[in-house]
């Protein structure tokens, strides 16, 4: 079974059409049985209307059948479109089965009609093996949308996962002891210069690492991490105002105007562009006319000229709307013209007819049509390169501006002007061409690509320009909010200082005041540029944000002071750590000396780790000598992160040396193999059972790894090939558990079956024992009081006796079944229910003498009561389990709720709830027969009343034995000494 067929997401799905079905199923069964009771029925007087009814149903359940299958189509292709592929399948296989046809060439569908038509002919025999024909289709309709297939052998599927998971743990085990065995392989690989060494390196790691936490408890005496953030604050805000600063500096509005010249003058030369297009399209047009009755035959060219007519009219229409959406006048008197001429054009052809010399005529007309068209059209690219060439010479003026700094409209500029040099060469060939048209020579095919390159290079610049301007005009706004915001960070970081100020003293508190007033110059010239820049005042916005600028130039050097300050308020603080600090520099390049008897292949590795480690280290004393000690601590952690390479390094270069060594590598690297080799077996094997599932891909990652680290066992490095190993481990147990979790869907789809199937055989206990109930009270009904059974009475009382006592056999069956899946009340309700079955057998044959009376239909409705209970149950708990797997499609780590056992085919709180109405109707049957027989309370009753007393006392007993086995498994405390044991209806719910 496919994992994807258990899966919350496709349940909802699964249950209707399971539902639809089964409502097939259990509405087709009844009648069948109700056929089969017809022929006993063929001298009563309504059995014509009781066949008639039958065959109304019979085609009742053939339109339900249309329905099934119309929704299964639809679903089929929206599921299909989900990507749902395994709910999809079953949907084709079950619309296959609805189709199918066997020996006797009937479909489902087939069949339940000739059982109608069997009806209505009063073939009744017929028609009960039509029915149960069909009952089995639809029961092999209902296996396919349920996977039955694949269900039959979920004990084997579970026994298989069981065994894959038992061979993933033994080899993760396995993986693990050759991980164990790299570990001390690769210990007794280094040599005495490698133990010295990583003995060095980790007394320097542990000498530094004490150095950084003296250093940070230094900083909060000094205060210097509080100094260090706000000299951080400070100096963002200097990079910001240094920034605008510029913009202000290159901000001159009044060049925006040459950018917006150049720009209308590009904009002009788009539409001429624009404009010698379309004319060129309809000379084009007019060529291809000219071009087109070409056929002898007079007929065939007169077809190719009708063709040719209507293509120019169409451009002719296209040519006509351009007129009217045209701006310029000269555009829409061109636009005109090459209307009309097309036009006419057209007309000639068409009334040229089948006239060889008409039809030339009008050809040699288009072509001079089309060569005025194309002069046309050069007199608009003149006027594009003339507009274009007026802009180029305004961006140029002002680009070449030796202004500094230089502008930014100036840039934008230079940027546009560099586009339309790029096509100078492009614009130069088209001139030459259309001066060559104007002189009445033909103008070149080629020209036409250096129109196109010059026309994208003015679109380019164009872009460009307007890019610029929109830049441009957004900019006021821009510079004002990033002033007002600068000066609101100037004056929260000005509190700061002013609230350092009053919690120090002497120099220190005055060299933060001066800090905290150059702060509030800095914010107040911020606001005036803010202002300025709104105002689009470029000048004055320049000059307020210049003394923003020197402002915290000046509050940076106070603050200087102020941190030196409490530095010297503190010499002994960071003096001694600095001294320490150098020391350990020292011993960082002693150290590295040392590595020079070490292997080759990672003394370089260690010597550049060390080195690294040696200058952070002194650079943090370098800190800690001016009293800087929240940077040495920044510095500390660097020569950390290298010390910790370089013990890295010197473990990757322990290698198996002696012949006993590098005999265990071998050994190690063999065992790494085989396991690979087994790893990928299983995998080849999970991938055939499921080749959608992860595991067998897990499985694989880890046949990789411990390959892998066999490789590096072999090339000498242990510690590559402990990692690869550590990884192995790592993805068996991920494969384990991913196998752990199909498994439990399979637990959950076999628990939800076997619900299924208590329900189903419940239901059908309850409906076939309603038939015998009802049989019984008719018959009670018209017997004699007082008198003995007629022979006729005896018989049905005899037959109803074996119906009811082969369905107490059945229910006790199905108990015991059902406790062997741990569910010990709900098998007890069943086993209450064959017993009550058992009895009233019992009661109704013989040894009973024949009694239908009050006491026999009581247990009778007791039995149907107790399996209406059970049914209810059932439902309820399966469908608690659809919400459930609804939730944990929404939330995947659901928690477990306390006390519920991972396994039980149903929750302690639904036997708990069952268990308690049970004992309720104990309590209930007992006081009825207290009030029906009071002799029970003195007196010597009936033995079968006695017998009925014993039986309820039976029946609380096992219901109390019950009730403790739950209460001792919950762990819940038993009752305090002198109190009674409480009965299941007094717990709580």
């Not at 087109?292 to 451009?315: I, M, Q, S």
């Not at 606001?527 to 820049?533: N, Q, Y």
Request: charged content about 30%.
């Amino acid at each position: 079974m496919k994992r994807d067929v258990v899966r919350p997401m496709k349940i909802t799905t699964k249950i209707a059409l399971r539902a639809a079905c089964l409502a097939l199923c259990i509405a087709g069964a009844p009648r069948g049985f109700t056929a089969a009771a017809a022929p006993e029925a063929q001298q009563d007087a309504g059995a014509e209307r009781g066949i008639a009814s039958i065959r109304e149903d019979q085609a009742l359940l053939r339109r339900q059948l249309q329905r099934l299958r119309q929704t299964m189509q639809l679903l089929e292709s929206r599921l299909a479109a989900e990507g749902r592929s395994r709910t999809v399948e079953l949907l084709r296989e079950g619309l296959g089965q609805i189709e199918r046809r066997e020996a006797e060439s009937r479909t489902l569908e087939e069949w339940m009609a000739s059982s109608e038509s069997a009806l209505e002919s009063g073939q009744v025999l017929v028609a009960l093996e039509q029915q149960d024909r069909a009952i089995q289709e639809l029961e092999a309709l209902l296996d396919v949308l349920l996977d039955r297939s694949a269900e039959e052998d979920i004990e084997e599927r579970l026994a298989t996962l069981a065994e894959r998971r038992a061979a993933v743990a033994r080899l993760a085990g396995e993986e693990a002891a050759v991980e164990r065995a790299i570990e001390a392989l690769r210990e007794q690989s280094r040599s005495e210069a490698q133990r010295q060494f990583d003995a060095q390196v980790a007394e320097l790691t542990q000498r530094q690492q004490a150095l950084l936490e003296q250093t940070l408890a230094a900083s909060r005496v000094t205060r210097d991490f509080e100094f260090e953030a706000l000299g951080r604050e400070l100096e963002a805000l200097r990079e910001n105002q240094t920034t605008d600063a510029d913009l202000f500096g290159r901000w001159r509005p009044a060049e925006n105007a040459t950018l917006e010249g150049a720009r209308d003058q590009l904009g002009e030369a788009r539409r001429n562009e624009a404009e010698a297009a379309r004319l060129e399209r309809a000379a084009d047009a007019l060529t291809a006319s000219a071009e087109a009755p070409r056929d002898p035959d007079l007929a065939a060219r007169a077809a190719e000229a009708a063709k040719a007519a209507e293509a120019l009219r169409a451009e002719a229409a296209a040519q006509r709307a351009a007129s009217e959406t045209a701006t310029a006048e000269t555009a829409r008197a061109n636009a005109r013209a090459a209307a009309d001429a097309l036009e006419a054009a057209a007309r000639r052809l068409a009334e040229a007819g089948q006239s060889a010399e008409a039809l030339d005529a009008a050809a040699e007309a288009a072509r001079e049509a089309a060569l005025a068209l194309e002069r046309q059209a050069a007199q608009a690219r003149g006027a594009a390169r003339q507009a274009r060439a007026q802009g180029n010479k305004a961006l140029e003026a002002l680009a070449n501006q030796e202004t500094e700094p230089e502008g930014l409209a100036a840039d934008v500029a230079r940027r546009a002007q560099e586009l339309l040099e790029a096509a100078a060469e492009a614009e130069r060939a088209a001139a030459e061409a259309d001066a060559r048209l104007a002189a009445g020579q033909a103008r070149p095919r080629e020209a036409r690509a250096a129109d196109q390159e010059a026309r994208r290079a003015g679109e380019q610049a164009l872009r460009e320009l307007e890019r610029g301007l929109d830049e441009l005009a957004r900019l006021p706004s821009m510079l004002a909010g990033a002033q007002t915001e600068q000066a609101q960070r100037a004056e929260a970081l000005q509190q700061a200082l002013q609230a350092a100020a009053a919690a120090a003293s002497g120099q220190e508190a005055q060299a933060n005041r001066a800090a905290a007033e150059a702060l509030g110059a800095a914010r107040e010239a911020m606001r005036k540029a803010a202002e300025a820049a709104a105002a689009s005042q470029a000048g004055a916005g320049s000059e307020a944000a210049e003394r923003a600028q020197a402002a915290l130039e000046q509050a940076a050097q106070a603050l200087g002071e102020a941190r030196a300050a409490a530095a010297a308020a503190a010499p002994g603080q960071t003096a001694e750590l600095a001294q320490r600090q150098q020391e350990l520099a020292q011993a960082a390049q002693q150290a590295a000396q040392g590595a020079s008897g070490l292997p080759e292949s990672a003394r370089a590795a260690l010597e550049r780790a060390l080195e690294q480690a040696q200058a952070a280290m002194e650079a943090a004393g370098e800190r800690l000598a001016s009293g800087q000690s929240g940077a040495a601590a920044g510095e500390q952690r660097e020569a950390l992160e290298s010390l910790q390479a370089a013990a890295a390094a010197s473990r990757e270069s322990a290698a198996p040396s002696t012949p006993e060594q590098q005999a265990e590598a071998e050994r190690l690297a063999a065992e790494q193999r085989r396991i690979a080799e087994e790893i990928l077996e299983l995998a080849t094997l999970e991938e055939e059972r499921d080749p959608e599932g992860g595991a067998s891909r897990t499985l694989r990652r880890a046949a990789e790894a411990s390959q892998d680290s066999g490789q590096a066992l072999q090339r000498g490095s242990s510690q590559e090939a402990e990692a690869e190993a550590e990884e192995a481990v790592a993805e068996l147990e991920r494969a384990n558990q991913e196998l752990a979790e199909e498994e439990e869907r399979y637990e959950q789809l076999r628990a939800e079956e076997q619900l299924f199937e208590v329900q189903r055989e419940a239901e059908e206990l309850l409906e076939r024992h309603l038939v015998q109930m009802l049989a019984t009270r008719e018959l009670d009904a018209g017997r004699e009081r007082g008198a003995g059974p007629t022979r006729s009475e005896r018989l049905q009382l005899k037959r109803i006796a074996r119906e009811e006592a082969a369905l107490g056999t059945r229910a006790l069956e199905v108990a015991t079944a059902t406790a062997e899946e741990g569910t010990l009340v709900f098998a007890e309700l069943l086993r209450r229910a064959g017993e009550d079955l058992e009895r009233v057998a019992r009661d109704l044959d013989e040894a009973g003498d024949y009694q239908s009376g009050d006491g026999v239909q009581l247990r009778q409705r007791q039995v149907a009561k107790n399996l209406e209970w059970l049914i209810e149950a059932l439902k309820e708990e399966r469908e608690r389990r659809r919400e459930q797997q609804q939730q944990q499609q929404q939330q995947q780590q659901q928690e477990q709720q306390p006390g519920e056992s991972e396994n039980r085919l149903v929750p302690d709180s639904a036997e708990l709830k069952l268990l308690r109405r049970m004992e309720i109707e104990v309590q209930e049957q007992l006081t009825s027969l207290l009030e029906l027989h009071p002799e029970l309370r003195s007196g010597t009753p009936d033995p079968l009343v006695l017998e009925d007393v014993m039986r309820l006392a039976g029946r609380h007993e096992r219901l109390s034995e019950l009730f403790e086995g739950f209460r001792t498994r919950l762990g819940l405390p038993p009752p305090g000494e002198g109190e009674a044991e409480p009965w299941p209806m007094e717990q709580p719910r």
